[in-house]
T-cell receptor
Framework: KNQVEQSPQSLIILEGKNCTLQCNYTVSPFSNLRWYKQDTGRGPVSLTIMTFSENTKSNGRYTATLDADTKQSSLHITASQLSDSASYICVAASGGSYIPTFGRGTSLIVHP | NAGVMQNPRHLVRRRGQEARLRCSPMKGHSHVYWYRQLPEEGLKFMVYLQKENIIDESGMPKERFSAEFPKEGPSILRIQQVVRGDSAAYFC????????????FGSGTQLSVL
């Protein structure tokens, strides 16, 4: 059964600090992994995509990593801003299905 | 190129009434997904449709819920005889015809059942 587990469930940090969100996935056959950001009251928006052959990818202050051997991914946010407060969702896609597998998300709150 | 459009943004229904949620996918997208989200919870897959076909409805309750994506017009998620437990945010997403393309989400419909 395809599964995506995220940790921590929630995180509170001060503005300007860095943080790292974790994602463990069990998806077969693995195709790619995306991180989405969901602001309160809005739909999720894709931040980055990681394929099997990629280890690290950056998008501004967001850096995603992927370890295909351990089936783990992380999202690192540098120099957090108040606008980073949102839910971050890890989503793994399988080459064998049109239905990607969603994690429950990590709720990030950035305090001034 | 307009994004995924959902309407209404907010919908209030009394118990026993019907709720109809609409989703217009992005231009060129033939795949539509519906998700449900309760407060402080993750997105739960409900149904996946292609034009005129329901491909996977494994996440949708067998009773009272139905979905369609006609050849012309938006995709519709229909909930008959709503109950308080149906109160949630319902998100629609669309994608091009590929198993690995990213999903583009609408802003959701917040359904409140009184």
């Amino acid at each position: 059964k395809n599964q995506v587990e995220q940790s921590p469930q929630s995180l509170i940090i001060l503005e300007g600090k860095n943080c790292t969100l974790q994602c463990n996935y069990t998806v077969s056959p693995f195709s790619n992994l995306r991180w989405y950001k969901q602001d309160t009251g809005r739909g999720p928006v894709s931040l980055t995509i990681m394929t099997f052959s990629e280890n690290t990818k950056s998008n501004g202050r967001y850096t995603a990593t992927l370890d295909a051997d351990t089936k783990q991914s992380s999202l690192h946010i540098t120099a957090s801003q108040l606008s980073d407060s949102a839910s971050y969702i890890c989503v793994a896609a399988s080459g064998g299905s049109y239905i990607p597998t969603f994690g429950r998300g990590t709720s990030l709150i950035v305090h001034p | 190129n307009a994004g995924v459009m959902q309407n209404p943004r907010h919908l209030v229904r009394r118990r026993g009434q019907e709720a109809r949620l609409r989703c217009s996918p992005m231009k060129g997208h033939s795949h539509v997904y519906w998700y449900r989200q309760l407060p402080e919870e993750g997105l739960k897959f409900m149904v996946y449709l292609q034009k005129e076909n329901i491909i996977d409805e494994s996440g949708m309750p067998k009773e009272r819920f139905s979905a369609e994506f006609p050849k012309e017009g938006p995709s519709i998620l229909r909930i008959q005889q709503v109950v308080r437990g149906d109160s949630a945010a319902y998100f629609c997403a669309s994608s091009p015809p590929s198993k690995t393309e990213k999903l583009f989400f609408g802003s959701g419909t917040q359904l409140s059942v009184l």
